[in-house]
């Protein structure tokens, strides 16, 4: 059974940067299309990053468009989101998931890992 669990949430101030990690196991995901969502509370779960088996296929809300970077480390089995010039309306439980089925929808999630941004 495969299994996403995410790694590198914490607490930061605007401005700063954090590195999320994704790490799969049980299945390689490097054929896969895979992304980052969160969800802060009392909103809406919201889709983040996306990116494509061919890694220069990428995808992002406009709210973080030129501040955050998904990429992928195939022979890691690991996908990354960097976080730089982080707000406070960032603050949120960041989720990886996968498209492991190739279906075109996220049918696998990790446990979630909280990043909060102190003003």
């Known amino acids: 059974q495969v299994q996403l669990v995410e790694s590198g949430g914490g607490l930061v101030q605007a401005g700063g940067s954090l590195r999320l990690s994704c790490a799969a196991s049980?299945?390689?995901?490097?054929?896969?299309?895979m992304g980052w969502f969160r969800q802060a509370p009392g909103k809406e779960r919201e889709f983040v990053a996306g990116?494509?088996?061919?890694?220069?296929?990428?995808y992002y809300v406009d709210s973080v468009k030129g501040r955050f970077t998904i990429s992928r480390d195939n022979a890691k089995n690991t996908v990354y989101l960097q976080m730089n010039s982080l707000k406070p309306e960032d603050t949120a439980v960041y989720y990886c998931?996968?498209?492991?089925?190739?279906?075109?929808?996220?049918?696998?999630w990790g446990q979630g890992t909280q990043v909060t941004v102190s003003s």
């Open positions: 998931a996968g498209d492991l089925g190739g279906a075109g929808t996220y049918d696998y």
């Open positions: 049980g299945r390689t995901i490097s054929r896969y299309t």
């Open positions: 990116i494509r088996r061919s890694a220069g296929n990428t």
